[in-house]
């Protein structure tokens, strides 16, 4: 692999800090500017659908002025937001500036893969980019972690100036990462024509259509019931605040296990079975979950859950990567504006399932339509010939 991506993975790592931050201390926010818990809470909506939103508008931004120097405008960004965030006199303030570290956010992650996509062929591309995805599961473990311990001694404005000073040094840092790695800033004349022509091959193709769907059940399936994981721990007795919080982490620690262990599953299973295999584990353990096991087991199914599903989405990435390569980042932006609006979705979808029809049918449901969307991902992605997955 090269050096170039570890300075990459920074960036993601940087990024995915911001990203839970305010989690945490939540309810010092709420104390500090006299609002409802629910409203603080929506700081981390702001955040997140500002960076789905964002993206097609960001991808085409990197492919015309150049990634890497978007990449570290976007963390300055970042950097800036959160001293403004720390700096904030009202919850209007904070609130705006939570919506700033969207925009910076939705330009760092997507853009980063987009980046190293360019830099390493695609029979290795898999593996590094699952070196950057190491990078962001490590920020959000850490992130909200480090959150909660500064917050108890510095409150919610010192997170925020600690964050802002790190996404500072991390943009010079990364900066100088790109300078002696030989990535180019090279000025790019603004060309709209060749940006249409981008989106119309991602837009054309037939990989295309499949990759986003794909990734937006992920989003909706996956990520989409983690906020119900509490509740139904506590319909099972079990009230501890931190039980929930330890089970979705481990779901963290599994896409770990997935980054230092997917060459190897590369070389023994091939992409195909990888994807299927995936989809599958994932299943088995949405349907383990709704017969409501102890906690203890949940945790192993979350943890188990975590290298099934990243053994499919990292295979969509890698496809999405693929796309367009003269529009890269335009088509990784799409990938996560699907993933992260099936996201938003998620907890609609699944709140409604839960009350009409219980625990144990939507989970199997959920199951299901993981492994349908695995299966036909699968054989579809790897059964169209390379010269279809570009048209002109």
Known sequence: ML???????????????????????VPLVSTDLAVSIAAAASLSTAMALTFAIVQPIIGAAADVFGKPRLLIVCLSLLGVANIAGALAASFEMLFLSRIL???????????????????VPLERRQVALGRLLSGAMAGNLLGATASG???????????????????VFASVAVWLGFRRGGVTHAKQAVNFSALKRGYRTIIGNPKARICFAAVFFNGLLVFGFFPFVAALLFELGETRASIPGVIIAVFAIGGLIYTVTVSRMLAAFGVKALMIGGALVVTIQFVIVALGPDWRVQAICFLLMGIGFYSFHGSLQVFSSDLAPEARASAMSLHAFCFFMGQAAGPIVYGFALAHFGTLFTLSLSGTIMLVSGVTAAWLLNRLPPDRSAPA
Do not use: K, Q
């Not at 311990?149 to 996404?167: A, E």
């Open 3 to 25: 050096p170039i991506l570890n300075v990459i993975a920074m960036v993601t790592f940087a990024s995915a800090l911001s990203s839970r931050a305010m989690e945490p201390v």
């Open 101 to 119: 570290c969207g925009i910076a956010a939705g330009g760092t992650f997507p853009v980063a893969m987009g980046l190293a996509s360019d830099l």
């Open 149 to 167: 311990v500064i917050g108890d001694f510095l409150g919610w404005r010192g997170v925020l100036t600690v964050l802002g000073l790190l996404m």
